[in-house]
């Protein structure tokens, strides 16, 4: 017989009544290699193991004060997730008593007479057993130890993002959303904010991927974003900077799908940018219908900066319509048998809707009956237009002291075909405005009054485009067609903006002038119309004589003078 | 011969995992076996004498002594009879069983306390070269 080492000693446990049996099993067992501990009963061997916690028990069943099958269930429930194999000793034969043994916890048994071959078999049988447990356990805090690293990290990353993200207006009153609080490493991004004309830019938009990749794009898009938009920049501008953004850093496989729209109270339409987002919805409460606000584009990141397509689609609305922005992970639920929510179904709900509020709620209790459970990237987001004086956009907030305020000086451009194409050169100017400290406090006028002359001396003016084609829902369509085709097409004329800032007692008084190449129009006639904010068309005009002072029109219309007049600073 | 009292098969196995402890091993198994004897004359019923027939049957195998180990199984399961009918007739039969296991350890006894000798001259012997 040879002394047979195994890799690593165990403690084991002898628990046996009979002292020879005992005596000879701990022969065989330290033989081979092992420590040994021994009980004469039960309840012994209860206290052993409570105190040197052997690795192994050999267990006699039929013992005198506590027998095997009590021993083993109190040393069972005292190992807890620790295997502590059990081999029952016994020359039990009976299939009954055999199942006992098992069902007291045991391991095995070894039959009497002991077989010293089959006994050290057994032995590292359930030291492997044992230590594969070991190792399950031991992973398995581990992996518990990295999820609790990952969900700290993903706090981290989400309390630092929210900074970013909620730095815009989702809290609007005219904005419902709905978003899983951990949708960022989801990929889904919701961000909003306001122009400095009081326009509102919203974006929905869906990284592909998961986890912590799926998030990374989201802070430079949100910069992107909220940078442009406080700036003046219109949606196409924004477009081009966040897909060339994105497009350079990540890698070809990651892009971001993407709704964007810029709903502007004071003309009352929505322009839309989709790029591989499901079906928007708009809808008109008036009329009940929902217009279908389909991708055109692909999404951001995917197409380099000389191919990306930035135009834009424009919608009129009327005061409490509604825009509806979903996620794919509304539709692209799926129920147990792999069907998918769909589209269909989607609309069946917006059919069954009575009470707008109460859509999210439909909706999501729809995927609840559809599925049985919620999924955690669905996100929805409702903007709804209201009258441009309810809602009040943040005062911007400036760092210079106004020490260095400019005062008297004046300044002009020309900008021609191939510039008015794509430059949106109306940022630049305000950025120079609101360097006079006395403007700032109307900005958001200043920039709407702006606004208002540059595109009514580009479409009215320069591409020809007549306003009254905006009286209906069609026309309004068939106008930014047009634009979008004459502006494709312009080879030549410009439009002139001169500036002029001047003191004035303790304020100052700033003149804009914009002029165009067009054929001008009938001054007087448009004049002579009411100061009438409901219809869709000829809206520029009443908004510039509203917003600004002593706005005329000279040269048949070709040229726009506004001025707006500051008080001494407090 | 001794061969339908003792395994001698077994019992050099035992030695050579015992190697020095054999003796002791052998005394350890007359001595429990003395309190196992006195355990079935005292044991109150069936169950208690059942158990202990087990018992002792488990040790006579481990040690070799098939007859004795023979023994204690056949009163193992007469008691399991005796538990599930309890005819008085087989009271008689578990006389007769014990007297003959009390006889088969006479038997055997001795038979031990010779291996016992045989095995420690031995080990002086082994010990003196």
Not at chain 1, 158 to 186: E, M, T, W
Request: charged fraction near 25%; aromatic fraction near 8%.
């Amino acid at each position: 017989m040879t002394n047979v080492q195994p890799l690593e000693p165990l403690t084991i446990l002898i628990a046996e009544d009979s002292a020879a049996d005992r005596m000879l099993l701990s022969s065989i067992v330290r033989r081979q290699g092992h420590e040994v501990l021994t009980a004469a009963n039960g309840a012994e061997a209860v206290e052993a193991f409570r105190f040197q916690r052997p690795q192994l028990v050999l267990m006699d069943a039929m013992m005198p004060v506590m027998d095997g099958f009590e021993a083993a269930r109190q040393i069972k429930a005292l190992a807890g997730e620790t295997l502590v194999p059990i081999i029952f000793l016994t020359s039990l034969t009976e299939s009954e008593a055999l199942a006992r043994c098992l069902e007291a916890g045991g391991d095995d048994f070894l039959a009497k007479p002991y077989n010293q071959v089959i006994l050290a078999a057994k032995i590292k049988a359930m030291d492997r057993l044992r230590r594969l447990q070991a190792t399950v356990l031991e992973q398995r805090d581990q992996i518990a130890r990295h999820h609790d690293y990952l969900l700290n990290e993903q706090r981290v990353a989400k309390a630092v993002f929210d900074k970013v993200a909620h730095s815009g207006c989702l809290n609007a009153p005219n904005i419902r959303y709905l978003q899983s609080p951990y949708a960022l490493f989801n990929g889904d991004l919701l961000l909003a904010a306001f122009t400095p004309a009081g326009d509102m830019h919203v974006l929905l938009g869906d990284f592909t991927g998961h986890g912590l990749p799926a998030a990374v794009g989201a802070m430079p898009l949100a910069e992107v974003f909220y940078g442009m938009t406080a700036k003046g920049y219109g949606l196409s501008e924004t477009l081009r900077e966040m897909n060339a953004k994105l497009k350079r850093i990540l890698p070809v496989d990651m892009f971001c799908c993407a709704t964007l729209l810029c709903l502007s109270f004071q003309r009352r339409s929505v322009e839309v940018w989709n790029g591989g987002m499901p079906d928007g919805y708009l809808h008109s409460i008036a009329s009940g219908e929902r217009t279908p606000l389909t991708a055109r584009h692909l999404p951001l990141g995917v197409l380099s900066p000389q191919t990306f397509d930035d135009r834009t689609e424009v919608f009129p609305m009327a005061v409490g319509d509604r825009v509806f922005l979903l996620s794919d992970g509304v539709i692209d639920t799926c129920d147990a048998n792999e069907q998918l929510f769909g589209v269909e179904r989607l609309q069946r709900v917006f059919a069954a809707n009575r009470r707008p509020d109460q859509l999210f709620e439909e909706i999501e209790q729809a995927l609840r009956d559809f599925r049985g459970e919620a999924r955690d990237d669905v996100s929805m987001v409702e903007v709804s237009l209201l009258e441009a004086a309810q809602l009040s956009p943040p005062a911007l907030v400036y760092s210079d002291s106004g020490q260095s305020c400019p005062l008297d000086w004046s300044v002009s451009f020309e900008f021609r075909a191939a510039t008015l194409k794509r430059f949106n050169p109306l940022p630049y100017l305000l950025q120079l405005l609101l360097e006079v400290h006395g403007l700032r406090a109307q900005s958001g006028a200043l920039y709407s009054v702006l606004a208002e002359l540059y595109s009514n001396a580009l479409e009215h003016g320069v591409l020809g485009l007549d306003s009254s084609l905006k009286r209906d829902a069609s026309g309004f369509t068939r106008y930014y067609q047009q634009r979008n085709a004459r502006l494709d097409e312009l080879q030549d004329g410009y439009v002139r903006v001169h500036l002029q800032v001047a003191p004035k007692g303790e304020g100052g008084c700033l003149t804009i002038r914009v002029e165009d190449s067009g054929k001008g129009f009938d001054v007087d006639r448009v004049m002579a119309r009411p100061l009438d904010g409901a219809r869709l068309s000829g809206r520029g005009v009443s908004l510039i004589r509203q917003l600004s002072r002593n706005a005329n029109w000279s040269d048949d219309g070709r040229s726009a003078r506004v001025e707006f007049f500051w008080e001494a600073l407090a | 011969m001794a061969d339908t009292h003792l395994d001698r098969d077994v019992l050099s196995a035992l030695q050579e995992v015992m190697e020095d402890e054999y003796s002791t091993l052998l005394d350890t198994f007359l001595a429990d076996s003395e309190e196992r004897l006195s355990q079935l004359h005292e044991a109150g019923d069936a169950k208690a004498l059942g158990a202990t027939a087990h018992s002792f049957k488990g040790s006579c195998g481990n040690m070799g002594a098939i007859r004795l180990e023979q023994l204690c199984k056949e009163l193992e399961q007469m008691c399991s009879e005796l538990e599930q009918r309890s005819e008085q007739k087989s009271l008689e039969g578990i006389q007769k069983l014990i007297s003959e296991i009390d006889s088969e350890f006479a038997i055997i006894r001795p038979l031990y306390e010779e291996e016992r000798q045989r095995s420690l001259a031995d080990s002086a012997t082994v010990r003196r070269f």
